[in-house]
C-alpha cells in the first residue's frame, strides 16, 4: 500500500526516492536560497539603493533547482521589471495618479508584451512595477525611483542566477 500524498500532492516516499532524499534535497534548497537572499540585500545595501528588501525578493522569486528554470523565470521578470519601471516612471512623471491613468497604463503594458510575444509572467511583473513606481508615495522623482527599483531586481535577479549555477540544485526539491 502506497501512503496518501500529502496537501500538496506528493507523497514523501515519491518517485525520486525515500523520505529522507526528499528532506536532503529541501534543506539544499533551503540553504541555496538562504544563501543567496542575504548575498541579494547585502550586495543592495552595500550599494545604497534605498529599497534594498527588493533584491532578496527577487532573488527568491527566481531561484530554482537548475540554471535553465532560474533563467527562464529571471527572463521574464527582467524584462517585464524593465518595462513597467519604464512606464511607471513616465505615467508618474507626467501624469497625476487618477485610476483611469493607471488602468490606461496596465492596458498599454498588456498589448506591449502581446506585441513582443513575452510571456505572461513578464506581463505581471511589469505591472506590478508600474504599480509600485507609480503608486508608491514618492520621496524622490519618478525616473529615480524606477532606476532604483530596475536595479534592486536585476541585483536580485543575478544573484540568483550566478548561485543557481555555482550550486545547481536537486530535481526532486524543486516543488513550487
Not at 507523497?11 to 537572499?37: M, N, P, Q, Y
Not at 545595501?45 to 531561484?63: F, G, H, N, Q
Request: with cysteine.
Amino acid at each position: 500500500m502506497t501512503p496518501a500524498p500529502n496537501a500538496g500532492g506528493s507523497s514523501l516516499h515519491s518517485a525520486h526516492g525515500t523520505k529522507g532524499s526528499l528532506w536532503t534535497a529541501w534543506v539544499e534548497h533551503a540553504a541555496r536560497t538562504a544563501i543567496a537572499a542575504g548575498v541579494s540585500l547585502g550586495c543592495a545595501r552595500l550599494m545604497r539603493l534605498p529599497e534594498a528588501y527588493w533584491a532578496p525578493i527577487s532573488t527568491i522569486v527566481v531561484m530554482q533547482s537548475t540554471l535553465g528554470a532560474a533563467w527562464e523565470v529571471s527572463k521574464n521578470r527582467i524584462i517585464g521589471t524593465a518595462l513597467g519601471a519604464a512606464a511607471g516612471g513616465l505615467l508618474a512623471s507626467y501624469v497625476a495618479p487618477r485610476v483611469w491613468a493607471f488602468a490606461g497604463a496596465i492596458l498599454v503594458l498588456g498589448l506591449v508584451c502581446a506585441l513582443l510575444r513575452l510571456d505572461r509572467s513578464a506581463y505581471r511583473f511589469a505591472g506590478i512595477t508600474l504599480a509600485i513606481v507609480a503608486l508608491v508615495e514618492r520621496t524622490s522623482r519618478p525616473y529615480l525611483i524606477a532606476a532604483h527599483r530596475f536595479a534592486e531586481v536585476s541585483l536580485g535577479i543575478a544573484v540568483a542566477l550566478v548561485l543557481t549555477a555555482v550550486w545547481p540544485g536537486r530535481e526532486e526539491g524543486s516543488r513550487g
